[in-house]
Nanobody
Framework: QVQLVESGGGLVQPGGSLRLSCAAS????????MGWYRQAPGKLRELVAT???????NYADSVKGRFTISRDNAKNAVLLQMDVLKPEDTAVYYC???????????????WGQGTQVTVSS
Protein backbone atom coordinates (compact mmCIF):
# COMPACT_ATOMS: atom_id res chain seq x y z
CA GLN A 1 0.00 0.00 0.00
CA VAL A 2 1.37 3.40 1.05
CA GLN A 3 4.13 4.12 3.55
CA LEU A 4 5.02 7.52 4.99
CA VAL A 5 8.42 8.09 6.57
CA GLU A 6 8.98 11.25 8.60
CA SER A 7 12.20 12.84 9.80
CA GLY A 8 13.46 16.07 11.30
CA GLY A 9 11.91 16.27 14.75
CA GLY A 10 13.87 17.07 17.88
CA LEU A 11 14.45 19.50 20.72
CA VAL A 12 14.76 23.21 20.03
CA GLN A 13 14.73 26.37 22.11
CA PRO A 14 11.88 28.88 21.84
CA GLY A 15 12.39 31.08 18.79
CA GLY A 16 14.32 28.37 17.00
CA SER A 17 13.61 26.48 13.81
CA LEU A 18 13.11 22.90 12.69
CA ARG A 19 12.38 21.32 9.35
CA LEU A 20 10.24 18.22 9.03
CA SER A 21 10.22 16.03 5.96
CA CYS A 22 7.96 13.21 4.87
CA ALA A 23 8.44 10.86 1.95
CA ALA A 24 5.70 8.64 0.59
CA SER A 25 6.37 5.32 -1.08
CA UNK A 26 4.46 2.26 -2.22
CA UNK A 27 1.86 1.60 -4.85
CA UNK A 28 0.62 5.18 -5.14
CA UNK A 29 -1.67 5.91 -8.05
CA UNK A 30 -2.64 9.47 -7.21
CA UNK A 31 -2.29 11.97 -4.36
CA UNK A 32 -5.02 14.43 -3.47
CA UNK A 33 -3.12 16.18 -0.70
CA MET A 34 -0.26 15.86 1.75
CA GLY A 35 0.25 17.64 5.01
CA TRP A 36 1.00 17.68 8.70
CA TYR A 37 -1.07 17.24 11.83
CA ARG A 38 0.05 17.33 15.44
CA GLN A 39 -1.07 15.96 18.77
CA ALA A 40 0.01 17.32 22.13
CA PRO A 41 -0.39 15.30 25.34
CA GLY A 42 -4.00 15.24 26.47
CA LYS A 43 -5.24 16.96 23.32
CA LEU A 44 -6.87 15.90 20.08
CA ARG A 45 -4.92 15.64 16.87
CA GLU A 46 -5.14 18.93 14.97
CA LEU A 47 -4.32 20.20 11.51
CA VAL A 48 -1.07 22.11 11.09
CA ALA A 49 -0.84 22.57 7.32
CA THR A 50 -1.86 20.81 4.12
CA UNK A 51 -1.15 21.27 0.43
CA UNK A 52 -3.20 19.81 -2.41
CA UNK A 53 -1.87 18.40 -5.63
CA UNK A 54 -3.00 21.62 -7.24
CA UNK A 55 -0.96 23.71 -4.83
CA UNK A 56 -3.74 24.98 -2.56
CA UNK A 57 -2.32 25.48 0.94
CA ASN A 58 -4.14 25.59 4.25
CA TYR A 59 -2.58 26.56 7.59
CA ALA A 60 -3.88 26.46 11.12
CA ASP A 61 -4.28 30.00 12.44
CA SER A 62 -1.81 29.24 15.22
CA VAL A 63 1.06 28.63 12.77
CA LYS A 64 0.34 31.18 10.04
CA GLY A 65 3.36 33.37 9.39
CA ARG A 66 5.71 30.99 11.21
CA PHE A 67 5.39 27.66 9.38
CA THR A 68 5.81 27.02 5.66
CA ILE A 69 4.67 23.87 3.89
CA SER A 70 6.03 22.81 0.53
CA ARG A 71 5.68 19.77 -1.65
CA ASP A 72 7.93 17.95 -4.06
CA ASN A 73 5.49 16.24 -6.39
CA ALA A 74 8.19 14.36 -8.25
CA LYS A 75 9.41 12.74 -5.02
CA ASN A 76 6.00 12.38 -3.36
CA ALA A 77 7.41 14.35 -0.45
CA VAL A 78 6.21 17.17 1.77
CA LEU A 79 8.30 19.52 3.91
CA LEU A 80 7.35 21.68 6.87
CA GLN A 81 9.67 24.55 7.74
CA MET A 82 8.91 25.67 11.29
CA ASP A 83 10.30 29.01 12.43
CA VAL A 84 9.85 31.09 15.57
CA LEU A 85 8.86 27.97 17.46
CA LYS A 86 6.96 28.32 20.71
CA PRO A 87 6.56 25.95 23.66
CA GLU A 88 2.94 25.41 22.63
CA ASP A 89 4.17 23.90 19.37
CA THR A 90 5.43 20.92 21.36
CA ALA A 91 3.67 17.81 20.05
CA VAL A 92 4.04 14.67 18.01
CA TYR A 93 3.81 15.69 14.36
CA TYR A 94 2.21 13.27 11.91
CA CYS A 95 2.54 13.25 8.15
CA UNK A 96 -0.76 12.81 6.32
CA UNK A 97 -1.52 11.73 2.78
CA UNK A 98 -4.89 11.51 1.08
CA UNK A 99 -4.68 9.49 -2.09
CA UNK A 100 -5.33 6.32 -3.96
CA UNK A 101 -3.17 3.22 -4.04
CA UNK A 102 -3.27 0.35 -6.51
CA UNK A 103 -6.25 -1.89 -5.83
CA UNK A 104 -8.28 0.87 -4.18
CA UNK A 105 -11.19 2.52 -5.95
CA UNK A 106 -11.49 5.45 -3.58
CA UNK A 107 -8.86 7.66 -1.95
CA UNK A 108 -7.83 6.81 1.59
CA UNK A 109 -6.11 8.61 4.44
CA UNK A 110 -2.63 7.45 5.36
CA TRP A 111 -0.56 8.44 8.40
CA GLY A 112 3.11 8.39 9.25
CA GLN A 113 4.42 7.05 12.55
CA GLY A 114 4.93 10.52 14.00
CA THR A 115 7.97 12.53 15.00
CA GLN A 116 8.40 14.35 18.31
CA VAL A 117 8.94 18.11 18.35
CA THR A 118 9.82 19.64 21.71
CA VAL A 119 10.24 23.39 22.19
CA SER A 120 11.81 24.15 25.53
CA SER A 121 14.58 26.18 27.08
Amino acid sequence: QVQLVESGGGLVQPGGSLRLSCAASGSIVSINSMGWYRQAPGKLRELVATVTSGGVINYADSVKGRFTISRDNAKNAVLLQMDVLKPEDTAVYYCNLVGRAHGNILPRIYWGQGTQVTVSS
